[in-house]
């Protein structure tokens, strides 16, 4: 090879190594996650030199993660009067964008295919009021783009919308900006018991939703003790289990705000205990088929500023789990 040669080859080298180096650069980008024209940023938190378990896989006795470190930055939108809005309408533009920006998918999945409760519990969100979820209506998503990682967790409770955003990345890595959009479906609003009209049936609320509220149940004030009944809800919930031995069911209890969290989450508990007993020795429903748990007060349907809504957030919801 000629020294003429020889130096045209070494510049075409140096261009490539130069362009691949703008693309490099380019791809690190700023990119802009659109969020629904109402949300209102409610939390933000950044934290150097952390690692964070990105979930990259549903609840199969524990979710798979895989570590990834740098700086961890927590942000939580609230979306006021989301009722007209599903949770994969919020979640379906920002999906869009980060595969726009070369994000590749770790993990996309809905509350049952997730694991529900399970998953939910397994994975780090942020506390009550800021971030909130049903256990029976929220969607996940993991992605990463070389060394930069996030997880978006997006629910709705009653009228109320949350995003939480998860981001992790080496310094210098910047953390996606956000943008309101009017590209979303208008809001109209609701009360609490519209919401809970909507599915029309116990079966049909766990075949769609993966959930049902049994809502003619009835506890004393403060007390776990289940008022003899009959109720309409846990015939119709025993009918399903007994149609198919297979199926599982978590018996979720929650209460209102009043009072202390641990007080809380030991009533719903209670309550949601003494509705599983109630299955089984007065519906012949077979125990291996239930399991229950209690929240309190973190999943909540409506605000609890008013009795109307205090009194739709006390309840005992069924989740269909994973047939395993």
Known sequence: ???????????????????????????????????????????????????????????????????????LTTRVWRIAQAQGLTTEQI????????????????????DLVCGGFDFRFAIPVVPAPEMQVDIGN????????????LSLLVSRTGTLGFVQLMHIAPPGVGVPKSSLTADMPSATPTTPSETAAQPRSIEEALQTRGSAVLRDLSFESGK???????????????????????????????????????????LSERRAAAVLERLVSGHGVLRAQLESR??????????????????????VEAVLLATK
């Open 1 to 71: 090879m000629t020294g003429r040669a020889i130096i045209a080859a070494r510049l075409a080298l140096i261009l490539a190594l130069l362009v691949g180096g703008v693309t490099s650069l380019h791809a690190q980008e700023a990119y802009v996650l659109p969020l629904p024209k109402q949300s209102r940023l409610a939390l933000e938190i950044t934290a150097p030199g952390e690692s964070y378990a990105l979930p990259i896989g549903p609840f199969a006795g524990s979710v798979p993660t895989d570590e990834v470190s740098g700086t």
């Open 91 to 110: 979640i379906a533009p920002l999906r869009a964008r980060l595969k726009d920006a070369g994000f590749q998918e770790r993990l996309s999945c809905a």
């Open 138 to 149: 929220f969607r996940f998503l993991a992605a990463q783009r070389g060394d930069e990682a």
């Open 224 to 266: 776990s003790t289940l008022s003899p009944g009959p109720y309409a809800s846990l015939t119709a919930l025993a009918a399903f289990l007994r149609a198919e031995p297979t199926r599982r069911i978590a018996l979720v209890g929650h209460t209102d705000a009043t009072g202390s969290l641990e007080g809380n989450i030991a």
């Open 294 to 315: 209690g929240v309190g007060y973190l999943a909540p349907l409506a605000a609890n500023a008013t009795e109307a809504g205090r009194e739709a957030n006390r309840r």
